[in-house]
């Protein structure tokens, strides 16, 4: 069966079943997808995107700190990575995976990617009724922490070139030397399943080296595919830098937010899972169990032609 999503995608969807989570920490289903619905309600799910896998990085302390929440993940792997695409397609493309999420159930859409934040969230926040939670840089905590003043960052151009790090930096950081570096391929091993090869780790030494160089004792990791690395960027950095993933603090807020909208799901229940790319989804299963420990179908979604004009 399939479903024409009008101005957005269309979705071809895969035979739904069930999976032995390999992870203690999940034993959900690919089930039934959650009701449509443009009105947040408490049964409601978690939309959660990214450009690809990075965004996992996210679900994953979602899915711990909110274990009843049905969850819907959206990965748009065939437009991955969003770091080089210009700014108004990565708009585009949010909006428009938004509002398929919205039309699957979501209640609340975490963008689960530095990049769409940087450039959609004010946008997004314009366009829809339900919350909207982003992704920005961990600035502030980065700053309170740091004992030499130096700290680096390391996300996407269109991080850097947002609105967003700049007015992070302005209010957090003032008394702070902030040490930038996009480090190109990263996210592309990442998506690739290369995670501590041997090259990566290679490619980190050169991409950090600057920093290191100038004394940073806090690296904040901004981008949502980075703490796929974490292992291996802290050998690299060694013990006298502290590496900040901003996760947990995403969770933290998509939590404080369904609160205080009324939209918690307080029912004694194990929450789903529900999973959907635009690119392959046998190679993006395979993924999913790699790197949250998750098995099952992945529905794939094909894009409509009127999302980019």
Known sequence: MSIQVPGTFTEDFKARTTFQSSSALDKMAFSEVPGTSTVPNQQGAVGVFDSGVGGLSVMREIARQLPHEDILYFADSANCPYGPRPLEEVRKL????????????????VVACNTASAV?????????????????????????????????VIATQATFQGELFASLVERFAVDVDVYTQVCPGLVERVEAGLIEDVETEDLLA???????DAC??????????????????????????????????????????????????????????????????????????????????????????????
């Open 206 to 212: 050169d991409c950090l080296k600057p920093m290191l």
């Open 94 to 109: 949010s909006e428009a995976i938004t509002a398929f999420l919205i039309q699957q159930g979501a209640k609340i859409v």
């Open 120 to 152: 959609s969230l004010h946008h997004l926040r314009a366009t829809f009724q339900v919350p909207i939670v982003g992704m920005e840089p961990a600035i502030k905590p980065a700053a309170e922490r740091t004992e030499s003043k130096k700290i680096g």
């Open 216 to 309: 940073i004792d806090s690296l904040v990791l901004g981008c949502t595919h980075y703490p796929f690395l974490r292992k291996t960027i802290e050998r690299v950095v060694g013990p006298g830098v502290t590496v900040i993933d901003p996760s947990q603090a995403v969770a933290r807020q998509t939590e404080r937010v369904l609160e205080k909208k009324g939209l918690a799901n307080r029912a004694n229940r194990v929450g789903k899972h529900f999973f959907y790319t635009s690119g392959d989804p046998k190679a993006f299963a395979e993924m999913v169990e790699r790197l949250i420990g998750e098995r099952g179908k992945v529905q794939q979604v094909r894009w409509g032609i009127e999302v980019m004009r």
